[in-house]
């Protein structure tokens, strides 16, 4: 079975602090994996995702994240935050041949940041 | 092109009641998948329709059903609705053919009082 860990249900920074938001999954087959973010009163828009290849993932607003196979996570980082980066962020894992249809998301990260 | 459209945006029924969530993927989009958003228990996937057909299911009770019709609209229906069924939920579509993106309409937020 497959799962998603997000270390920390908020998270709050300061404007231009670096952003890091943790994501660890468990799966007994390769994953795809993929952050989402969502801003309040809206659905989900897609980050970023992992598939196969390169293993430094480079998203949407300046986000990326690296899969690390040994650790079994997918961090979230953005170098220099933002205030507009306010939201809730979910990261996900699909199973590969899978439909990405059936999605298993973490518990998601409110993302906080201070001016 | 339009981004995938979901009807009603809010929605208050009462329990035992029954309500239909209606989802417009994005033009040329086969697959259309359903999830329930709730503070306690997150984003919870309920299934997924392909060319009409149920292609994956979640947990949840037969309470929960679904249907695609052939221009690829779905719709949800949830019969004798409980108090737990409060909820955000979501519809996304994909083209459907691999691991493509999935994109997410703004969702209906039902209570149930």
């Known amino acids: 079975a497959q799962s998603v860990t997000q270390l920390g249900s908020h998270v709050s920074v300061s404007e231009g602090a670096l952003v890091l938001l943790r994501c660890n999954y468990s799966?007994?087959?390769?994953?795809?994996l993929f952050w989402y973010v969502q801003y309040p009163n809206q659905g989900l828009q897609l980050l970023l995702k992992?598939?196969?290849?390169?293993?430094l993932v480079k998203g949407i607003n300046g986000f990326e994240a690296e899969f690390k196979k040994s650790e079994t996570s997918f961090h979230l980082t953005k170098p220099s935050a933002h205030m507009s980066d306010a939201a809730e962020y979910f990261c996900?894992?699909?199973?590969?041949?899978?439909?990405?249809?059936?999605?298993?998301f973490g518990k998601g990260t409110k993302l906080s940041v201070k001016p | 092109k339009a981004g995938v459209t979901q009807t009603p945006r809010y929605l208050i029924k009462t329990r035992g009641q029954q309500v239909t969530l209606s989802c417009s993927p994005i033009?040329?989009?086969?697959?259309v998948s359903w999830y329930q958003q709730t503070p306690g228990q997150g984003l919870q996937f309920l299934f997924e329709?392909?060319?009409?057909?149920?292609?994956n299911k979640g947990n949840f009770p037969g309470r929960f059903s679904g249907r695609q019709f052939s221009n690829s609209r779905s719709e949800m229906n949830v019969s004798t609705l409980e108090l737990g069924d409060s909820a955000l939920y979501l519809c996304?579509?994909?083209?459907?053919?691999?691991?493509?993106?999935?994109?997410f309409g703004p969702g209906t937020r039902l209570l149930v009082l």
């Open positions: 996304a579509s994909s083209l459907g053919s691999g691991q493509e993106t999935q994109y």
């Open positions: 996900a894992v699909s199973r590969i041949g899978g439909s990405q249809g059936n999605l298993i």
């Open positions: 033009s040329g989009h086969r697959s």
């Open positions: 992992y598939t196969t290849g390169a293993t």
């Open positions: 329709y392909f060319s009409e057909t149920q292609r």
């Open positions: 799966s007994s087959v390769p994953p795809y």
